[in-house]
């Protein structure tokens, strides 16, 4: 009998997409796939070998939950990945480097926390983009709250993109879009160094998934994680694509 795996997303996979490639490596792995959409009010039986998630945002514990009950394997893991303060709270529980931050209601409280130079988020969006300003801030909100304030962490203007999957960790260096410097440009694929990797794991294991992002920045006394984001696009790295088909049959017995 064909081990069923359940793709539960929060949109259709589009073609060349990572989730796209995992569907027919899947199949052509001797799998019945099935894709559900719950974003738009489809369902499943709650029954699977295995459930494969992504893109369900801040419900994504209660889509989850009957497959939980159930005792079927979720991957990339069960982390909550809506609320940025939680998020943060268990990278501080597992030991990882993180900035000093606070959740603040209004904006009026984000403000307080200047003159000394911050970085603020939305507590429930994606921490990337329009949903993260930098110190001076505008006197006016520029995205809706809650908020999480993080202290500014100096660094080299570089972030370190690292995607884990399972045990593998892949990576790439890109301009902060909050800092600009002069020569700094594109993206390159980063050598992966032991530091870096432990630093991945552990912020992969203190959050719950195995397959993740990772953005790590380097301050003056080394790494510090500044973002988490469950299951990522893994575009442009080299090998990385393999290595979530490979981590992801591995929960499926016999394959």
């Not at 268990?90 to 209601?105: C, E, K, S, Y």
Request: aromatic share 4%; with cysteine; proline share 8%.
């Amino acid at each position: 009998m064909k081990p069923t795996v359940v793709l539960l997303l929060g949109k259709p996979p589009k073609p060349g997409t990572i989730v796209d490639d995992l569907r027919t490596q899947l199949v052509e792995a001797g799998c019945a796939v099935e894709v559900v959409l719950p974003k738009q009010g489809e369902s499943t039986s709650g029954t699977a070998d295995l459930v494969v998630h992504r893109g369900l945002g801040a419900r994504a514990s209660e889509w989850l939950r009957p497959f939980l009950d159930a005792g079927v394997t979720v991957c990339p893991g069960t982390a909550d990945s809506g609320s940025r303060s939680a998020l943060w709270a268990d990278l501080v529980a597992g030991g990882v480097r993180v900035p000093g931050a606070r959740r603040r209601a209004t904006w009026g409280e984000v403000l307080a926390e200047e003159p000394r130079k911050v970085v603020v988020k939305s507590e429930q969006g994606s921490g990337r983009g329009e949903e993260v300003a930098v110190s001076p801030l505008p006197p006016e909100p520029v995205f809706e709250g809650p908020y999480l304030v993080e202290e500014y962490v100096e660094n080299d203007g570089w972030d370190r993109k690292l995607y884990v999957a399972g045990d593998g960790v892949f990576g790439l260096l890109k301009p902060s879009p909050l800092r600009s410097a002069a020569g700094l440009d594109g993206a390159a694929v980063l050598e992966v160094t032991q530091d870096l990797r432990t630093v991945a794991l552990a912020a992969a294991a203190a959050t719950g998934m195995h397959l993740c992002g990772v953005d790590v920045i380097l301050g003056e006394d080394g790494p510090v994680v500044v973002d988490v984001n469950p299951f990522p696009g893994y575009r442009g790295v080299p090998g990385a694509g393999e290595a979530v088909v490979r981590h992801v049959l591995g929960h499926l017995p016999g394959l």
